[in-house]
């Protein structure tokens, strides 16, 4: 039985955040103040610029007491299907992102990235141990003091074989904004609970991947809201890798939790919400508004063989949030 908890903890902060973004550093249409700036407009608290295989550290520079920058880097690693390094080569890849630490792993890292250092992707031709590629660039960001999370595996075009098994890593992106729009292949859950069978505690993360192109709209679709103790980047990647968030693409989640036996959730208005559950099959459940109503608090009775449950609140629009699982 999954005992009695809170998933977002009362008395912190509530910070919103996109875990996913590009300016003119590497390929996006704007330059690193411009993002920072929109974003702020927009109602954000955090933002990391992850750029492709670059790292960097603008915090010194945008950080004050109402908004941070992560300092972070998209590292990658790709498969060809021959010899050239060729785009249209390209089979599969692992995009991972090294967010910097807590002050913690900071501190005890045995080499710290310097601000606009390249990470070289690793380069494979042919064929690949792909679990065995990802462990590398996994450990690669750890040992540079980094939370690392794993970006968009459909569009990557992984197999199973290449990810699963694959732990020590915070989050899995879920929800891609860039990538739903540019060619529908940015949106899916089912990499993350076949981790979530096999014990791997993984948040699933929202995030924009924003470019600011101008071919579609990939800004302010998927963001991630951490309880924290305060604005800083220590407390924020604290709540990230203890899974104290929840992700959306809409609707807000006030609280969820077990009580007695019992999974409950308070959500904006919403027209359905689903309980995923792992273990035997037909545990997931769904309660869908009647015609014209709305839901704001649900509640699913456990039945004691869920090995882990989480939430997935859907509005009118079609738009989601999702809890972390608990256990």
């Known amino acids: 039985m999954i005992s009695d908890q809170v998933g ?13 973004a590009h300016s003119t550093i590497s390929d996006g249409r704007l330059t690193p103040a411009e993002v920072v700036a929109d974003f702020r407009t927009h109602g954000y608290q955090f933002l990391c610029l992850s750029e492709h295989d670059v790292f960097t550290d603008l915090s010194s520079e945008f950080d004050d007491e109402d ?9 990658s690693a790709y498969l060809f299907a021959d010899d050239s390094c060729d785009r249209h080569a390209r089979m599969r890849c692992h995009h991972m992102h090294g967010i910097l630490g807590t002050d913690e792993m ?4 045995p080499a710290r990235f310097e601000h606009m250092e390249r990470l070289e992707p690793l380069v494979y031709h042919g064929s690949w141990d792909g679990l065995s590629v990802a462990r590398a ?14 970006n968009h595996p459909i569009w990557s075009r992984i197999e199973p074989e290449d990810i699963l098994g694959l732990d020590g890593i915070f989050g899995i992106e879920v929800f891609n904004f860039d990538t739903v729009n540019e060619g529908g292949d940015g949106a899916d859950t089912v990499y993350w609970d076949l981790l979530l069978r096999r014990g791997v505690a993984v948040g699933g993360v929202a995030s924009d991947d924003s470019h600011h192109v101008t071919a579609f709209d990939d800004v302010f679709g998927g963001w991630v809201v951490v309880c924290a103790e305060s604005l800083t980047r ?3 990647v604290r709540a990230l890798m203890a899974g104290e968030y929840y992700s959306s693409s809409g609707p807000e989640i006030e609280g969820f939790g077990v009580r007695e036996g019992v999974l409950w959730v308070d959500c904006s208005p919403c027209e359905r919400v689903t309980m995923v559950a792992g273990g035997p099959i037909g545990g997931n459940r769904t309660v869908i508004a009647p015609y014209g109503d709305t839901l704001e608090h649900v509640e699913f009775r456990l039945s004691g063989h869920e090995t882990y449950v989480r939430l997935e609140c859907t509005d009118a629009s079609g738009k989601t949030a999702w809890t972390c699982a608990l256990r």
């Open 8 to 20: 977002l903890p009362a008395g912190t902060g509530r910070y919103r955040g996109n875990l996913h």
């Open 67 to 75: 908004f941070i920058v992560l300092p972070g880097i998209e590292a």
């Open 106 to 109: 900071v501190a005890a890292a």
């Open 137 to 150: 660039l996994r450990d690669e960001l750890a040992r540079r003091g980094c939370a690392v999370m794993y």
């Open 234 to 236: 220590d407390a924020v």
